[in-house]
């Protein structure tokens, strides 16, 4: 048993982070920045990171990124497009310019023009609609235009397997978004200060944070065994892995950006504060091949 | 990275296995039965070679990494087996802090069961400010002469000895007057009252008035006022990832729930299931990151902090289930309510993240 990232993978959790805070947004107002978003997509273009599993990247590797994008808001397409890339190179079809459609709508969608999308163990391209308004403010959805079109079948263990790794990469966001809240919170209640003293300096406050950074803490370790058994464990043990991992990340998640929203008081409850931009990134990616406690076999392992 | 067994783990495993196929069901794994023949079990688990994995070989341990306390518990729990006794914390102290005379003469005997051992270090006016402690220990000639009141003393009523903190300077500033003691239980001036605990259980904590008890001066562990480092290190090991060793029990409990549930599982159940799976990759990830050399202090709070909602998740499950008339299930929910207070309360445990981590100045 050995659990730790390799000196690779830390390289690649730090060169994402140092992508996210370099080019993500830092603010409400950053998000409508359209330079910084054109020079943010050229830098992911690149990594080469959305083409990921084409280049022999494991679950791990993809969740790493995830997680940091997530914990930037990068307002970037990549979970949609590298999922997608997934697909199509397992049915051999061309994945580039593809982002994924779940759940009647494509994600991920602004500058695509095309989804792919996984029914049963069929592969089939959609083309898409128009962008429209969505809950997530860093990343687009588009309705579906046209019909479906089959491109190539998976065999069901490669099926489950790629269920597996979007439960994980999401359940990574869902970590990403919540270390990103909770570091808002501290820094706030770290310059905040009320009766001359700063906010976080009262047990109140301090404990919200704390019980935070646990559920934080928990999330890690449960995404991380999650994005390991999406190629390590048989297909139907990695789905379940997932689906712990995602249950649990959706819910910190959820509880640490409300936490986040509290400790800025009354500012955490405007437009301008970034807290409700993590919080709706969290909602979206735990709506994303959500899970709902009753699938969860409790009699197992 | 890798989540399962390497070759070596494995082959422990199956050796752990077969021993526990002939003798996990002889010792009660649970309530008053149990605490009575704890130290039966103990010297088995020892004889066995499966105990002190991860402790000096010299003092009779193995060295062995600390994953394979957690294959030691996992497979307890799996066997029906009674808990590895907790005494990682007293090992630490001690070697930490002792000289190797002290640790020649006592690990040996702590580790392989033969002495049985007890921590006095909580008081009625001293819970989670420990260094509020009143017990005074005077020197007079060759020893020192304890006077007060200890509780929450585990196992205190077999205990051979005890790791007393006491004060030694009236005089000195509030953490600098404590000393530690290695101090017998078996003499006059040494008296013993059971707590009875809200589940029944008679004989894990006891209460300890020392009046007059001796100890003799090379029985300090450490300088003088030196008591306080060693009570750090002492309550930092309590919360330890490999202490922290319950995730499998509780994953057996949870089992034991779904099978004795008709139909789907309530949701406290399935939250109980998520949680308990969780604390089982935690303590992986955390003793990992021990192979770095990475030293858990204050990130212990954490663990504790998650282990406590763990369990507390699984009491909640087991009164979903059982109702209040299954007395064992009655019994594992009111004892989980102990986990947020002993070890250092959850409420502890938040200030220590909150000043030490986040740094919120709290």
Not at chain 1, 75 to 92: C, E, M, N, S, T
Not at chain 1, 249 to 271: F, P, S
Request: with cysteine; aromatic share 6%; proline share 4%.
């Amino acid at each position: 048993m050995d659990v730790r990232l390799t000196a690779e993978q830390r390289q690649l959790r730090d060169a994402a982070a140092k992508l996210a805070d370099d080019l993500g947004p830092g603010s409400v107002q950053d998000l409508a920045d359209d330079g910084r978003i054109t020079r943010l997509d050229k830098q992911i273009e690149t990594t080469g990171w959305r083409s990921l599993r084409s280049d022999e990247a494991s679950g791990v590797e993809v969740a790493i990124v995830a997680e940091e994008f997530g914990r930037g808001l990068v307002d970037a397409p990549f979970l949609g497009p590298v999922l997608a890339d997934d697909l199509a190179r397992q049915v051999g079809a061309d994945g580039t310019g593809s982002t994924i459609a779940v759940g009647g709508h494509a994600i991920d969608a602004r500058g695509y023009q095309r989804a792919l999308t996984l029914d049963g163990t069929t592969v089939s391209a959609v083309d898409l609609g128009a962008v429209r308004a969505a809950v997530d403010l860093t990343r687009a959805t588009a309705d579906l235009a046209g019909t479906a079109v089959a491109v190539g079948d998976l065999d069901s263990d490669a099926a489950e397997r790629w269920l597996a790794l979007a439960l994980a990469t999401t359940s990574a966001d869902l970590v990403g978004t919540a270390r990103g809240a909770h570091t808002l919170a501290c820094d706030y209640a770290k310059i905040r200060e009320q009766y001359g003293k700063s906010i976080g300096s009262y047990q109140a406050v301090a404990h919200l944070l704390a019980e935070s950074l646990a559920l934080i803490e928990g999330s890690v370790s449960v995404l991380r065994h999650a994005a390991w058994a999406v190629d390590e464990l048989a297909p139907a043990e990695a789905i379940r892995a997932g689906r712990v991992a995602k249950i649990y990340c959706a819910r910190a998640a959820r509880t640490v950006c409300e936490t986040a929203i509290q400790v800025h008081g009354g500012i955490g409850n405007t437009w301008e504060c970034l807290a409700h931009v993590y919080l709706r990134r969290a909602l979206t990616s735990a709506e994303l091949w959500p899970v709902k406690l009753e699938e969860i076999d409790v009699g197992l392992p | 990275m890798d989540f399962r067994d390497s070759h070596d783990e494995a082959a422990f495993r199956d050796r752990l296995r077969s021993w526990l196929s002939l003798h996990a069901k002889e010792f009660p794994s649970s309530g008053d039965e149990y605490w009575a023949r704890q130290g039966e079990w103990h010297r088995a688990l020892y004889e066995g070679g499966f105990f002190g994995l991860s402790w000096p070989r010299e003092y009779g341990g193995q060295e062995l990494p600390p994953v394979y306390d957690v294959i030691l518990d996992e497979e307890l729990a799996r066997a029906g087996a009674p808990p590895r006794p907790s005494l990682g914390y007293l090992v630490a102290g001690l070697s930490r802090h002792g000289s190797k005379e002290l640790c020649s003469r006592f690990l040996p005997g702590m580790i392989n069961g033969t002495e049985r051992w007890c921590q006095g270090f909580s008081e009625p006016g001293a819970g989670s400010d420990l260094a509020s402690l009143t017990t005074t220990a005077s020197r007079e000639g060759d020893n020192y002469v304890v006077h007060g009141h200890k509780i929450w003393t585990s196992y205190s009523d077999v205990a051979d000895w005890c790791l007393l903190l006491g004060r030694t300077d009236p005089g000195a500033k509030r953490h600098r007057g404590i000393s530690a003691f290695i101090i017998s239980m078996k003499q006059p001036g040494v008296q013993q009252r059971p707590l009875q605990m809200i589940n029944g259980v008679t004989t894990e904590f006891g209460q300890v008035f020392f009046d007059g008890a001796t100890v003799p001066a090379e029985h300090l562990v450490g300088a003088p006022g030196e008591g306080w480092p060693l009570a750090m290190t002492v309550v930092g090991h309590e919360r330890e990832p490999s202490t922290l060793g319950y995730a499998a029990r509780y994953g057996k409990l949870v089992r034991e729930l779904a099978a004795r549930t008709d139909g789907p599982a309530s949701e406290e159940l399935a939250w109980a299931a998520v949680q308990t799976e969780m604390l089982t990759h935690h303590v992986r990830r955390r003793l990992s990151e021990q192979l770095d050399g990475v030293t858990h202090t204050s990130d212990g709070s954490l663990d504790k902090l998650l282990m406590t909602w763990v369990e507390q998740s699984v009491g909640h499950a087991a009164l979903s289930v059982g109702g209040i008339d299954d007395p064992g299930l009655l019994s594992a929910y009111l004892y989980s309510r102990a986990q947020s207070v002993m070890g250092g309360t959850s409420q502890i445990q938040k200030n220590i993240i909150a000043s030490r981590i986040l740094g919120l100045g709290a």
